[in-house]
């Protein structure tokens, strides 16, 4: 395992300075790289502001200063004099294959034969971002969710070519890494496949409430009804689709549209809403009115027509398709990540005693729906996954 003392993070934007910010309270040096000055000013800003808060709140132990902890970040633009004496490199530029591959062969040329080369990438092979960079079996993936201090999950995925070494090195790191909000987190990808494991866990909801919304929309059902339906969670799914942004669902609807099946194709009415301009929250206007701030909910009526156990049988499914395909190696990491990256409870507790149950209701939906996706798996059918709880 490399020992690691320096860490370069590459992408100075929303993910990179919340790295570089916990970087620096586990007492690496961190040198912070962007494209302009300018990024770089505001990442600085940003990160003190927020280590001198967790200075305030006593959260950064015993003598340790915010200021001593910024007298260890250094920047530049120039990626490849950062990397001559880096151990470990974090790369959380933007989500662009092109610009990545350019950063992975810059750092593959440039840094020590012994520095772990790690992407923050969130819908992007690992493989195909290590392809040309010279050194496959040193590149993995690292996958922070968002905001990095106060989310406790990190992702470590193993692409086809990387070593042994550069996974433990990288499980090693990001569970050096503190989490503001609870104990940090560490799930091992062992496959690199869309969405690793929390992500692709909670995708193929989406198939669902699609077809709920524009099945809504048909029968004039008002979406505070569908939110009621699903009023035992913080924000229902109109709501959160909302506030989350109507792009970002496109975006990646269809990108599991490409990747998975195309039952992830996008409805008609997230597809009329992005195309009409009203992306939620941030435009003011999507299934809500945004305008006056968050909107006021009536949920007092449940339409009736969103079932949360659906929901659930859906997560269990795409779970045990998680360990069908290899990409865990046990269900309690399936839900004990997506408890540190959601904040939310996975399904397989729930679902050892309802599997049966579920897996019938599954088979009724894709009768309902058409969506040949949502059809239970074999593991889950069978049962097989009470078997592989580690
Ligand atoms: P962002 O747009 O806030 O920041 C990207 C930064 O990279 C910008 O400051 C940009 O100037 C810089 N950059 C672009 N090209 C560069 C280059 N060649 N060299 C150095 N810096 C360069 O993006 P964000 O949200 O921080 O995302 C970064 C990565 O993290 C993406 O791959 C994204 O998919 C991933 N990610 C994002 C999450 C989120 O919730 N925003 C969650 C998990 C992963």
New binding site residues.
Partial sequence: MVDVKNIVV????????GIAQVSLMAGYNVTL????DE?LDK?FTNIEKGLKKSESKGQLGEGVTADALMAKLKRTLD?ASAVKDADYTI??????MK??K??FKKMAENSPAHCILA??????SITEIAKDCGRPEDVIGM????PVPLMRCIEIIAGEKSSDEAMETGMAVAGSLPCLRGKRYVAKVLKDRPGFIVNRLNAPAQIYLNWIFDKAAEQGIPWEQIDADASVMPMGPCELTDFTGIDTAIHVENYYTETLSPDFKPGKVLTEMYKSGNLGAKKGKGFYDWSAGRPKIDKSKKAGLLKLENMMAILLNEGCRILEEGIASGYKIIDDANMAGMNSPGPFGAGKNNYEAWSKLLEDLVDETGKEYLRPCELMKSGGFIKMRK
Avoid at 33 to 36: F, H
Avoid at 91 to 96: I, Q, R, S
Avoid at 143 to 146: A, I, R
């Fill in positions: 590459v992408g100075s934007g929303l993910m990179g300075n790289v962007d494209i302009k990024f990442a990626l790369e959380a530029v933007v989500e662009n610009v990545k350019e950063v992407t923050n990438t969130s819908t992007m996958h922070f969710f968002n």
